[in-house]
């Protein structure tokens, strides 16, 4: 029944190492998103997929991979975890790209990610 | 660049007050507008949209936002709010033609019982 999903809810980790999260959405969305909350509540876009096709890439470090093996499919690798990786990350899709009217974004529940 | 703004960063309230939380934005041209909830350890929530039309929006739990266009401005509001109102609130505007709405950096309310 769940919308959009992600895993891991949480996820620590030590620096350096590398992790991957992952999110699903059952909506048949086209777009899909990936925004980081940092610890200021402050909600910024770091991705977006269309299709399959990366649409948006936001000033976000090379250590951050998108990967979108299919429409309904949008996981997030990270290499050399830095303790300033330390936030919450969200997931995202919406029916189109477009922009238009009606155009609403879901979010998943987030990924707790902690780096030490 | 669009921007948006919410100037009130934490407001707290008691129970039945009436709470109305402002939301300022940039552009000039066509915009849709959004307010989304935060609760704790949730993730967000569609509050409400303007798109067109009527520029008082209802959404759900008794939540409504006015889009004054000449103020630049979509301020949501509920007459009187509950413990369970307690979180953190998001406005966010897309601009014609982007792609992706911009958010404000939330405000955080708290509801006393």
């Known amino acids: 029944d769940t919308a959009v999903s992600q895993t891991p809810k949480y996820l620590v980790t030590q620096m350096g190492n590398d992790k991957s999260i992952k999110c699903e959405q059952n909506l048949g969305h086209d777009t899909m998103y990936w925004y980081k909350q940092d610890s200021k509540k402050f909600l910024k876009i770091m991705f977006s997929y269309n299709n399959k096709e990366l649409i948006i890439n936001e000033t976000v470090p090379n250590r951050f991979s998108p990967k979108s093996p299919d429409k309904a499919h949008l996981n997030l690798h990270i290499n050399s975890l830095e303790l300033g990786d330390s936030a919450v990350y969200f997931c995202?899709?919406?029916?189109?790209?477009?922009?238009?009217?009606?155009?609403?974004?879901?979010f998943g529940p987030g990924t707790r990610l902690l780096v030490l | 660049a669009q921007s948006v703004s919410q100037h009130n960063h934490h407001v707290i309230l008691s129970e039945a007050a009436s709470l109305e939380l402002g939301c300022n934005y940039s552009?000039?041209?066509?915009?849709?507008l959004f307010w989304y909830v935060q609760y704790p350890g949730q993730h967000l929530q569609l509050l409400l949209k303007y798109f067109s039309g009527d520029p008082l929006v209802k959404g759900i739990k008794g939540f409504e936002a006015e889009f004054i266009k000449s103020k630049f401005s979509f301020n949501l509001r509920k007459p009187s709010v509950q413990w369970s109102d307690t979180a953190e609130y998001f406005c966010a505007v897309k601009s014609g033609g982007s792609y992706i709405p911009t958010f404000g950096r939330g405000t955080s309310l708290i509801v006393h019982p």
């Open positions: 552009y000039g041209g066509t915009v849709n």
């Open positions: 995202a899709s919406s029916h189109h790209l477009s922009g238009g009217p009606g155009e609403t974004q879901y």
